[in-house]
């Protein structure tokens, strides 16, 4: 019976963020170029390749930052706010990107930040194929999964090249 309160509870909590993430992106702007202010025309096109190293590489950090180690009543052992949390993601994630993950995932009280007990979105499975591909000097990836908690899903990440490093500027779960 506990399993089943719990297993019920978890698909209601992943249902509730597949909701939340869907209602973002259809309210998030699109960012429509790379050119930063201040940039000239000819370091607009030095854009170095994205790797598939790289991408590897933003992927797990993204989920390892995501998932902080946590004591036994959930607080977080290494970070205790909010704020800080995003700044641990900046090098490697827009900060309007990884917000509403954080805001689902953790609650800021006054002894520190705690995380929800449940399981982590769709994401990335780095042995899977996936398409890429270059589109206004971005990097849109596009990956089909399937798993036993998600079921089918499609995976698009957007990479931008922004302050000299790649950077995930956009995950859209369908």
């Known amino acids: ?92 994630v827009l900060s309007d990107v990884v917000e509403p993950f954080i805001d689902f995932y953790y609650t800021e009280q006054e002894d520190g930040l705690y995380i929800l007990p449940t399981e982590t979105p769709p994401w990335f499975v780095k042995d899977q194929p996936y398409e890429t591909k270059v589109e206004d000097e971005q990097v849109k990836l596009i990956q089909h999964n399937q798993s036993p908690l998600h079921g089918e899903y499609t995976l698009q990440l957007t990479f931008q090249f922004v302050d000299g490093a790649w950077k995930i500027a956009d995950i859209i779960v369908e």
């Open 1 to 92: 019976m506990k399993k089943t309160i719990t297993m019920l509870t978890s698909a209601l909590l992943l249902m509730f963020m597949v909701f939340m993430l869907s209602s973002y992106e259809l309210q998030s702007p699109k960012q429509e170029g790379l050119v930063q202010a201040g940039e000239t025309e000819a370091a607009h096109h030095e854009i170095p390749e994205l790797s598939d190293q790289e991408i590897v590489h933003l992927t797990d950090t993204f989920m390892d930052l995501l998932v902080q180690e946590v004591d036994e009543q959930y607080k977080v052992k290494d970070v205790g706010t909010k704020v800080e949390l995003m700044a641990q993601f900046e090098p490697y």
